[in-house]
């Protein structure tokens, strides 16, 4: 039925046969108008509707926000707990692979790792702000092109991440295969009532693995607020509608390689196919996957060993 709004248990297009992406670039301040003007008599049950991702990112930030975090799973990765004195200096971010999101009730295809992870993330979505051009933001211009918010799953291969990380550059291959996005964009005006007052959003957010409730957290233990994390992006650089930033995994348990730094052993077990993963965050919603099986990929060959010849 294309795309647009989620109204109560139904779904209904955007006026005009308009695209998210359109949408986004038109910003925030066009939503109610362009709801206003839904064509009630097109609506549908959300029930009788396939979800798709949210959205076709722009490009993908993500930030690594809670110290929690970054705590436990170092030493699940890295082999020693630390939170380096450098991540308090200022957010520190990778760009992912735009190109294979997937939504939820998708069956998550994975590559050859006995490591597999999940991380349970809140984005952020950026539009469009009329007379900026999303460029070197300070927090308060950069709050108000946060368009809305989505639920974020940075699927992870830990022993492909733990070998590129050795050489200083990644991750990689060890997260690029997947990244679940939705259900829904949820606005940011209808988050505000969950705003502290030290501008974080205090929502509560869990991971459940086959059922059971595996962690939860409260979002407002980020070390930075998202206007924050937006400005930083935007820092001597550009922010563009449809740019997705996430959090960077909650703590206390939003991953499992969390736990087994903490641990010091895979408890919980490693993810395998069947298993189903479930992603919730207070006032946005939930998704859903199961993990599909192990894709082979073509053999890749080592580094050769060159003589360092300066001429033929």
Known sequence: MGEGFV?????????????????????????????ERRDRAAARSLSEV???????????????????????????????????????EAPTFYFTNPHTVRATGDVIAIPETQRL?????????????????GENLDAT??????????????????????????????????????MTLGPWIVTADEME??????????????????????????????GWPFAELVAYAARNSVVVPGDVLGSGTVGNGGCLGELWGRRGGLDPRPLEPGDEVRLAIEGVGEVVNVVGERVAAPP?????????ARSR
Request: proline share 5%; net charge negative.
């Open 300 to 308: 890749v060959a080592r580094a050769r060993e060159r003589s360092r």
């Open 7 to 35: 109204d109560g248990d139904a779904v209904v297009p955007f006026p005009d046969g308009l695209r998210v992406a359109e949408v986004l670039a038109q910003g925030l301040s066009v939503v109610s108008a362009l709801f």
């Open 117 to 133: 992870d999940v991380e349970l993330e809140l984005a952020v979505v950026i539009g469009a702000v009329p007379g900026s051009d």
């Open 193 to 222: 009532p969950f705003v502290d007052e030290d501008g974080f959003l205090a929502v509560r957010a869990e991971l459940f693995v086959n059922g059971e409730l595996i962690g939860h957290d409260l979002v407002s233990n980020m």
């Open 50 to 88: 396939h979800l798709l991702a949210p959205l076709v990112p722009a490009s993908i930030r993500d930030f690594v926000a809670f110290e929690e975090h970054v705590e436990g799973v170092s030493a699940s990765v890295d082999g020693r707990s630390e939170v380096v004195p450098e991540w308090y």
């Open 141 to 178: 211009t950069a709050a108000s092109h946060i368009f809305g918010y989505t639920v974020m799953n940075d699927w992870s291969a830990r022993d492909l991440q733990s070998r590129e990380m050795k050489v200083r550059l990644g991750p990689a291959k060890g997260k690029d295969f997947a």
